[in-house]
């Protein structure tokens, strides 16, 4: 076996070979001398071909007569080195071959230019490129911009890949006039979606916003009003007519929170004050002063919000009979019998309740406990949605892969999937990440092993589908031990919805009273609903008030209402005959006229003020609003001379139309279409250059490179937060955050836009398709699983930050029912993606996946060239040059059937011209013909069995994909590694990658190394490296230039 460093020559050799002759780089003398040594190897064993006026293969060694010359062509001297290092050059057929002796020397030179080069000297952040959106990252900008996925993108035109083969390459990217038109038509249709406040800001929507006269605005606003009460109408039994007690229930309540001592001449004056019987409301506040302190003390965990009560909870409610006995002894029922009733989704409703725990240091196991609620067990089924154990180091330990020592109970568990075999993943397009689940059947008790450094426990609990109309349940999670559950435990969760009221005294009196006298949509509610609310609620109830003020226009209303009352509007007309909007007043109408009198003159001025001021409050709101959106939407402050041009246009437009939504909508047109949105235009920290014509970004602009190289989108709020206060640089913030947005479900960008492209499987979506004839088991619905399962294992490696390896080879696969039955795997049920453990080689890893296979394949037949070539070019980086014109082959050989795979091709080797790349591709392609041409396993091909022995050039045999799989992991182990690192720096970069920018990856395979290959060690070393954090200077040129 090859020493590590000689298995990584052929990658790093040309580019050292390119160092001796560039201009901005000091060469040494012993460099020079040892070149000189070297230097007659290549005339004697190369120049019959390359030499003179010969140029095969396009190479020709009397080209380089300068620096300048051997800088240009280095990907000449990759192809130089790899095919000297394998033999393939030169060709069999010279009778004069290098000696071992020559070889040696050749790559011992090369393995001292490695060790010894002084990197510092060619370090060079790259050429400073213009880079707009890509369609996919226009798309997820959007999306997080407006929190709607609506892919306006779509309709643009493809984007060109360049550089590392990736379509954010800034060398690929144009700019012709019908992408113009695109962005604009985007643009005007993402604005109609925004739906403008002047309280809640801008909010878009699925569907367009309504539009409304400008006068009709208050409509819509007292529309939400109305939403808001009934939203909590919503949440309560029916209003029960039997009651009576409604004029009473309030005042009492209020009175005996606010005077528990009260005494019986307060209670009696008061009830005269409210015109109320004062022996009936007498009854009722000395009721609920009795009840008043045990419910204050009692341990009442259940919580109101989108959960509502059994309807056969009511409390027989009769006059003058309510004591404080019977009030508490409903509050014990009420408190254990709340029932789920919004509709479920998937397996489980959603939201449900937050079960969680802190874990001390010293703790060892964590109990579950899962009991019903007194009313047996038959339909008591709970998931747990995201069931995880945070760890001290930021990372996470999910419920379902721990060890459960002890388990108490007969319900079933399931780990994986649900019992009809669903499992708990969420796969919608790729754009989710895999998520685990518990489902469990009361009544259980749970105890498992916590992991090292565990910190906390959190999930989120609901009823199992099947049993939301009658199952009822309490959980209970501990890091000390609990008995087996039985009855209602009173430190238990129960389930509450997303609306989190405080348990304060008005709250839960209002739970007791609207459950006791069946409180809902009638007079008065409202009023009780007010003293019951929450801070978060009672701040969203008054910006709903303040909006319908807004949407009334009442102080201009007044001003015109006042100019018509008094008969004045022939002094404001045009000439149209209409009234002109308070903006186009003409400045000598504004004051008063002076025929007018001194009464309607000064009543004229006051009011004409008033509307000016509302207006003026108005206008600043929804400016204000714009200017928020245009920093999210520039990802960086907006500078004063973009803030006047975004005031100018909702200026104009206000005063075009008098309507605010659509001046708004025109505003955010401008800034969608705006170049600091549509490209990546970034800036340099104010005096950070480090002297060689380069400076470091500003945080803004390495929030965007950070966010658009790990989610392909905007930065968050918090990248935002750090760029503002100038943190964002720093060494340990930066790679804090590089590991919160690999965890992020957003990083499932890295599989479908990184992974995809660089392995190539997105090529089954559009140009691979399979011979629907020969393969009618080939459907859409495969195709997509084939999808899913690749960008599903990518991001389940990049989120649980597993070793690169694995794409080599895994012991794990995502698959569902139909896929499974593709591949031959038994025992998977059901629709949806999951997670199986492998028991043979046969899957598991990239080079065995399906939609690999796919993309490798000719619509009709497997092509061991184009796998080989895939093995060879895409995982370990081989040179692969394009086929030479002008070849002829025998086609009568190619359609022999009695012929194996491997005969057939072998009629590439009979032209010297073709064997050169042959005899190095196609060895690598056999190992896969076990896989036909939509990756099922195969052993024969037609009636003769498969060969899938590969004899590779200048290496060992490789016999099948197994054998493949584990020489790729061992000898070609650093070739992956080294490949991988330039893919993805040449993707974080958006640029073709140069030989300065080989030292990055070097560094970045080092640091992979160090870390067990994990993928957030590569992460974390581009985002720290020089070409990352800095850009060129204006006016400087890059080594290569």
């Known amino acids: 076996m090859r020493s590590p460093v000689r298995a990584t020559t052929f990658f790093l050799g040309a580019v050292f070979l390119g160092f001796l002759f560039a201009l901005p780089v000091r060469v040494r003398a012993d460099f020079k001398e040892g070149y000189d040594d070297v230097r007659p190897i290549l005339v004697k064993h190369c120049n019959d071909c390359h030499g003179g006026k010969k140029r095969k293969g396009g190479l020709n060694f009397d080209d380089f007569q300068s620096e300048k010359d051997v800088m240009i062509h280095l990907q000449k001297w990759f192809s130089v080195i790899d095919q000297v290092e394998t033999g393939v050059m030169p060709p069999d057929d010279r009778e004069l071959r290098p000696t071992e002796e020559e070889v040696k020397k050749l790559t011992a030179w090369i393995e001292k230019t490695i060790a010894e080069f002084d990197y510092e000297s060619v370090k060079d952040p790259g050429p400073a490129l213009l880079r707009r959106l890509t369609r996919a990252e226009y798309d997820n900008t959007i999306r997080d911009l407006t929190g709607v996925d609506l892919r306006p993108a779509r309709y643009f035109s493809a984007d060109g890949a360049g550089g590392e083969g990736f379509d954010n390459n800034a060398e690929g990217m144009s700019m012709p006039p019908m992408m113009v038109e695109k962005y604009f038509e985007a643009a005007r249709d993402i604005s109609r979606h925004a739906d403008v406040s002047r309280v809640d800001g801008i909010v878009f929507g699925a569907d367009p916003a309504p539009t409304l006269p400008p006068r009709a605005y208050h409509v819509r606003a007292e529309r939400k009003l109305t939403d808001f009460y009934n939203d909590f109408f919503d949440k309560l039994p029916p209003y029960n007519p039997r009651t009576e007690f409604e004029p009473y229930l309030l005042p009492a309540m209020k009175l005996a929170l606010e005077k528990p001592e009260v005494s019986h001449k307060e209670i009696y004056d008061f009830a005269l004050s409210k015109k109320l019987m004062p022996g009936v409301f007498y009854r009722w506040v000395i009721a609920f002063t009795g009840a008043a302190e045990d419910i204050k003390t009692s341990r009442w965990d259940t919580h109101y919000g989108h959960w ?505 696969a995502f698959l569902n029912e139909a896929l499974a039955k593709h591949y031959g795997i038994p025992g998977v049920e059901g629709e949806q993606m999951r997670r199986i453990e492998l028991t043979t080689d046969q899957r598991g890893g990239f080079p065995t996946m399906g939609s690999v296979l796919v993309a490798t394949s000719w619509p009709e037949r497997t092509s061991p060239v184009l796998r080989g070539k895939w093995l060879l070019d895409v995982l370990i980086g081989g040179a692969v040059p394009p086929p030479p014109e002008g070849v002829k082959i025998d086609q009568k050989k190619l359609a022999d059937n009695t012929l194996t795979k491997k005969q057939r091709l072998a009629v590439h080797s009979t032209d010297p011209n073709c064997a050169v790349c042959h005899d190095r591709i196609d060895p690598f392609g056999f190992t896969l013909e076990n896989f036909d041409a939509i990756g099922r396993f195969r052993a024969k091909e037609g009636e003769l069995p498969v060969d899938s022995v590969g004899e590779l050039k200048g290496g060992p045999r490789v016999e099948g994909f197994a054998e493949l799989k584990r020489y790729l992991k061992t000898d070609k182990r650093d070739a992956f590694l080294h490949q991988i690192s330039k893919k993805l720096l040449g993707f974080a970069l958006g640029r073709s990658l140069e030989y300065y920018d080989e030292t990055v990856i070097r560094e970045a395979v080092a640091e992979l190394e160090a870390d067990g290959d994990r993928f957030s060690a590569l992460a974390v070393a581009i985002a720290k490296s020089y070409p990352f954090q800095y850009r060129r200077e204006k006016g400087h040129l890059t080594h290569a230039e």
């Open 308 to 812: 509502v009560l059994d309807p056969w909870l009511e409390l027989q409610a009769r006059r003058d009979s309510v004591t404080a006995e019977e009030l508490v002894a409903f509050r014990d029922d009420f408190a254990a019998k709340v029932r789920l009733a919004v509709p479920a989704t998937a397996h489980m409703n959603k939201p449900g309740l937050e079960v969680k725990t802190d874990i001390a240091s010293d703790a060892e196991f964590l109990y579950l406990s899962v009991g019903d609620m007194d009313d047996g067990h038959e339909f008591d089924r709970v998931v747990l949605h995201d069931p995880k154990i945070a760890l001290e180091n930021g990372g996470v330990a999910y419920l379902g892969d721990l060890e459960m020592i002890e388990k108490q109970g007969e319900g079933a568990i399931h780990r994986e999937k649900f019992p009809d075999g669903k499992a708990f993943v969420s796969t919608a397009s790729g754009k989710e990440p895999v998520m685990r689940g518990f489902y469990v059947e009361a009544p259980a008790l749970l105890k498992f092993k916590l992991p090292t450094g565990a910190k906390s426990f959190t999930a989120t609990a609901g009823m199992e589908k099947s049993a939301e109309e009658k199952g009822s349940v309490q959980v209970y999670a501990s890091t000390d031990e609990i008995p087996f559950p039985k009855g209602k435990h009173t430190h238990s969760w129960f389930y509450r919805g997303p609306g989190d009221f405080a348990v304060e005294e008005a709250k839960q009196w209002w739970g007791v009273y609207s459950s006791l006298v069946g409180y809902g949509k009638s007079a008065g509610a409202q009023e009780m609903i007010d003293v019951s609310l929450s801070d978060k609620d009672r701040a969203r109830l008054e910006s709903i008030r303040r909006e319908i003020e807004f949407a009334k226009r009442q102080p201009i209303e007044d001003f015109f209402a006042f100019v018509g009352k008094k008969k004045f509007a022939h002094l404001l007309k045009t000439r149209e005959g209409e009234l002109p909007a308070l903006a186009d007043l003409p400045a000598d109408q504004r004051e008063a006229p002076a025929e007018l009198p001194e009464p309607d003159r000064k009543q004229w001025n006051d009011l004409r003020k008033s509307a000016e001021a509302f207006q003026s409050e108005m206008d600043t709101r929804v400016k204000d609003a714009l200017l928020a959106f245009a920093e999210r939407a520039f990802r960086r402050p907006v500078g004063k001379d973009d803030a006047q041009v975004v005031a100018r246009v909702y200026d104009d437009s206000m005063a075009a139309t008098d309507d605010f939504q659509k001046a708004a909508q025109l505003a955010i047109q401008s800034l969608l279409t705006h170049p600091r949105f549509l490209f990546r235009l970034e800036e340099e920290a104010p005096g950070s250059s480090d002297g060689s014509g380069a400076s470091r970004i500003d945080d803004y602009a390495l929030a965007s490179r950070l966010s658009y190289f790990l989610w392909s989108s905007m930065p968050d709020d918090t990248l935002m937060k750090l760029a503002k206060e100038d943190r964002l640089h720093d060494a340990e913030v930066l790679e804090a955050q590089v590991r919160r947005l690999l965890k992020d479900p957003k990083s499932v960008s890295l599989a479908d836009q990184f992974a995809a492209q660089w392995l190539g499987f997105r090529k089954i979506l559009d140009e691979k398709q399979p011979d629907s004839k020969l393969f009618p088991t080939y459907t859409p619905e495969l195709r997509d699983a084939l999808f899913q399962e690749a960008v599903m294992t990518f991001d389940d490696i990049v989120k649980q930050d597993r070793g690169v390896l694995e794409i080599l080879d895994s012991k794990t």
